[in-house]
């Protein structure tokens, strides 16, 4: 039985993306063990897919020779872990010839670029495989079925019974935690004043501290659902599950609704890399929001006059339709 380890310590909605070379690794050796190096925070996100058979976590220092492994997929590139996973003797080390430090402590190479590259980011995880027998390219409709999210924790009652059965469950996620470029806030009370409450209820998530942010949200509308700080990773997802979509920039949230099969709406500026030719959510149910054309003013500041641009009755519409279905 083969054992491999997925290496990618980065962000939430990167190892969203990520937890398809999962399921394309199980296809490939259906007895093989899966598993997956990450961070503490994403802890939760991995292990709800049936794809991981094991979460290390590189916070605390793991064992990597005590895994077991004969593969290791350096997804994310880190120059420590490439050495350590070299001197605890992985015999198949793989990596991208792009990274100085892979030509030593890797053995298997593959040529990959992501910066100037056309693919979709989860296209360019899934290239890492092609040494373990993978096709040259996936679709975004077949990564689409490889995330494998369904070991949900069940929430808690009184979490579960703001859903409403008669009504369309959206969940606004507003902030980005400095990863993404923003809507504005003004974009999101117009979307929530343009849609009819007897049709929809909102739910505000984010954290505690963004919570603070989202203050005039809440007093300008007090019917919202403040979700802010009281979800952990865990139950954001399985609450996820259960609402009917979301509406937020590229941040792990939108990524994944995305995977769990809800209405994930996505607003995007068109600058290189941030469009969503590379971070749009990929997902049945998955809609991005764009200006057309390139985005050059704006390419070095924090407020995005082509985020800001995209208009809240485009959002609207789309959700109408959606609940007309």
């Known amino acids: 039985m083969r054992t491999f380890i997925i290496s990618r310590t980065d962000a939430i909605g990167d190892v969203v ?17 899966v598993l997956f190096l990450g961070r503490s925070y994403t802890e939760e996100i991995v292990k709800a897919s049936v794809h991981i058979d094991g979460f290390l976590n590189w916070d605390k220092s793991p064992d990597l020779r005590a895994a077991g492994a004969d593969t290791i997929i350096h997804v994310f590139p880190d120059k ?22 892979h030509w030593f402590t890797c053995n298997r190479l593959v040529k990959l670029s992501r910066r100037h590259s056309p693919l979709h980011e989860a296209q360019l995880n899934l290239q890492l495989l092609k040494p ?85 949200l809440f007093d300008k509308f007090p019917f919202l659902t403040d ?29 994944l609704a995305a995977a769990l099969g809800i209405d994930a709406l996505g607003i995007y500026p068109p600058i290189r890399p941030m469009h969503p030719g590379r971070w749009a959510p990929i997902g049945a149910k998955a809609k991005v929001f764009v200006k057309d054309g390139e985005c050059a003013d704006c390419r070095k500041s924090g407020t995005c006059a082509c985020m800001l641009g995209i208009s809240p009755l485009s959002v609207r519409d789309y959700l109408l339709e959606q609940i007309s279905k």
Do not use: C
Not at 22 to 32: E, F, I, N, R
Not at 242 to 251: E, M, N, W
């Open 17 to 33: 993306l990520t937890l398809p070379v999962a399921g394309v690794l199980k296809g490939l050796y259906p007895q093989s063990r």
């Open 80 to 101: 420590r872990i490439a050495r350590q996973a070299k001197k605890a003797g992985i015999k198949e080390r793989i990596g991208t010839t792009n990274r100085i430090y």
């Open 132 to 216: 373990l027998g993978a096709k040259d390219l996936y679709s975004l409709e077949e990564i689409a079925q490889y995330y494998g999210l369904s070991r949900l924790e069940r929430l808690p009652a009184e979490v579960a019974a703001l859903i409403d059965l008669r009504r369309y469950n959206l969940v606004l996620h507003p902030k980005s935690r400095g990863s993404a470029r923003e809507w504005g806030l003004e974009n999101f009370a117009q979307l929530i004043r343009l849609l009819p409450n007897g049709r929809f209820k909102i739910f505000i998530t984010g954290t505690a501290a963004e919570g603070g942010q989202l203050r005039s």
């Open 227 to 255: 979700l802010t700080g009281k979800l952990s990773l865990g139950q954001l997802m399985s609450f996820l599950s259960q609402a009917d979509g979301l509406v937020a920039a590229s941040t792990g949230p939108l990524h």
